[in-house]
T-cell receptor, first 115, second 112 residues
Framework: DGGITQSPKYLFRKEGQNVTLSCEQN?????MYWYRQDPGQGLRLIYY???????QKGDIAEGYSVSREKKESFPLTVTSAQKNPTAFYLC??????????????FGSGTRLTVV | KQEVTQIPAALSVPEGENLVLNCSFT??????LQWFRQDPGKGLTSLLL?????REQTSGRLNASLDKSSGRSTLYIAASQPGDSATYLC???????????FGKGTKLTVNP
């Protein structure tokens, strides 16, 4: 079955540590996205990528970094510069970024907690 | 700047009731609108996608309508069941931009 796989499901980060969240899709989608979800605030876009080796900042990119070396993979690194990283992180994909006729598909999420 | 509002924030109904969830958006120049369901601690499941040229979409007991001119969409759930309990999110995609703008969701509880 085609879909998006996020791992790990739960992640704990110590102060000053960088951590990387994995997102893999086998839908052959061109575009991929990272969203952050906080209680009462809805989903906010962190980064997105339309094609391999290209990505753009979203609304809340500070303290995060991404790479897109393969079409199937879009890992998100939460750096020590992100002061409040505890949140639920969701990865999504769509067929084409500018003409997303077919909607978005989401992964099952990673819950990151600072300890 | 596009803003999406969902009313009510929470809704509790008895099993079997028909119900309507509301979504409004401030900029009518959207490409499409998508309704999602989210169970606690889980990702988003797409329910219905309405293109800007469409007025409604149906899937089983779900029917979503879109009125671009007034900036509104509704999600109608017929004969609600306890398994429908979840948070329902509305999101709009504005042509030319690469992101969905989400509402904060409506938390639905269907009581047996």
């Amino acid at each position: 079955d085609g879909g998006i796989t996020q791992s790990p499901k739960y992640l704990f980060r110590k102060e000053g540590q960088n951590v990387t969240l994995s997102c893999e899709q086998n839908l052959n989608h061109d575009a991929m996205y990272w969203y952050r979800q906080d209680p009462g605030q809805g989903l906010r876009l962190i980064y997105y990528s339309q094609i391999v080796n290209d990505f753009q900042k979203g609304d809340i990119a500070e303290g995060y970094s991404v790479s897109r070396e393969k079409k199937e993979s879009f890992p998100l690194t939460v750096t020590s510069a992100q002061k409040n990283p505890t949140a639920f992180y969701l990865c999504a994909s769509s067929i084409r970024a500018r003409i997303a006729n077919y909607g978005y598909t989401f992964g099952s999420g990673t819950r990151l907690t600072v300890v | 700047k596009q803003e999406v509002t969902q009313i009510p924030a929470a809704l509790s109904v008895p099993e079997g009731e028909n119900l309507v969830l509301n979504c409004s958006f401030t900029d009518s120049a959207i490409y499409n609108l998508q309704w999602f369901r989210q169970d606690p601690g889980k990702g988003l499941t797409s329910l219905l996608l309405i293109q800007s040229s469409q007025r409604e979409q149906t899937s089983g007991r779900l029917n979503a309508s879109l009125d671009k001119s007034s900036g509104r969409s509704t999600l109608y759930i017929a004969a609600s069941q306890p398994g429908d309990s979840a948070t329902y999110l509305c999101a709009v995609n504005q042509g030319g931009s690469e992101k969905l703008v989400f509402g904060k969701g409506t938390k639905l509880t269907v009581n047996p």
